[in-house]
């Protein structure tokens, strides 16, 4: 079975861009979350849904925006980048709202 | 704020087992306990969750003591492959995950 994919792997912006990333989670599993982990940290808590709905929401700005579609793939958009964006997404799926999280392999953004 | 304490680093030769312990003074009744793997820039990677008492799959093993207010990840017979971050976390399958900084463990040959 294919696991979590992402896309895209890489990406460059520059400041004040926009960005949407995507992820694709193991067939059969409803929930999605995203992550954000700067170097030398572990990953950061963004957003999670469930059947469409947000369901989770980290400590950040409202920049961050997400979805979740009908075949529950998800999108993640960032907006006005700022330098300190620069990050690996992580996207992380599971079977139900309390069940264990299988994760992507990330994508690296970097925000110049 | 991680809920967990662990080590930043350990080191470790090839062929030994490691113990990576993991402190969560505050674990509610609710939560699983949940170990996972990371390499260089890819997405971590689940090892193994439990309970209570222990849990062993093809790759570890988990121990946890009747308090709850540890556990300890064991890696039998490393290889130079399982130089990596590992991350302990609590957490009572709300979907919100909180990751600490991991334990950076470096197997040397």
């Known amino acids: 079975d294919a696991g979590v994919t992402q896309s895209p792997t890489h990406l460059i912006k520059t400041r004040g861009q926009q960005v949407t990333l995507r992820c694709s989670p193991i067939s059969g599993h409803k929930s999605v979350s995203w992550y954000q982990q700067v170097l030398g940290q572990g990953p950061q808590f963004i957003f999670q849904?469930?059947?469409?709905?947000?369901?989770g929401r980290g400590n950040f700005p409202d920049r961050f925006s997400a979805r979740q579609f009908p075949n529950y793939s998800s999108e993640l958009n960032v907006n006005a980048l700022l330098l300190g964006d620069s990050a690996l997404y992580l996207c992380a799926s599971s079977r139900d709202l309390e069940e264990t999280q299988y994760f992507g392999p990330g994508t690296r953004l970097l925000v110049l | 704020l991680a809920k967990t304490t662990q080590p930043i680093s350990m080191d470790s030769y090839e062929g030994q087992e490691v113990n990576i312990t993991c402190s969560h003074n505050n674990i509610a009744t609710n939560d699983y306990i949940t170990w996972y793997q990371q390499f260089p820039s890819q997405g971590p990677r689940f090892i193994i969750q439990g309970y209570k008492t222990k849990v062993t799959n093809e790759v570890a093993s988990l121990f946890i003591p009747a308090d709850r207010k540890s556990s300890t990840l064991s890696l039998p017979r490393v290889s130079l492959s399982d130089t990596a971050v590992y991350y302990c976390l609590v957490d009572s399958n709300t979907g919100k995950l909180i990751f600490g900084q991991g334990t950076t463990l470096q197997v040397k040959p």
């Open positions: 849904y469930y059947e469409k709905e947000e369901r």
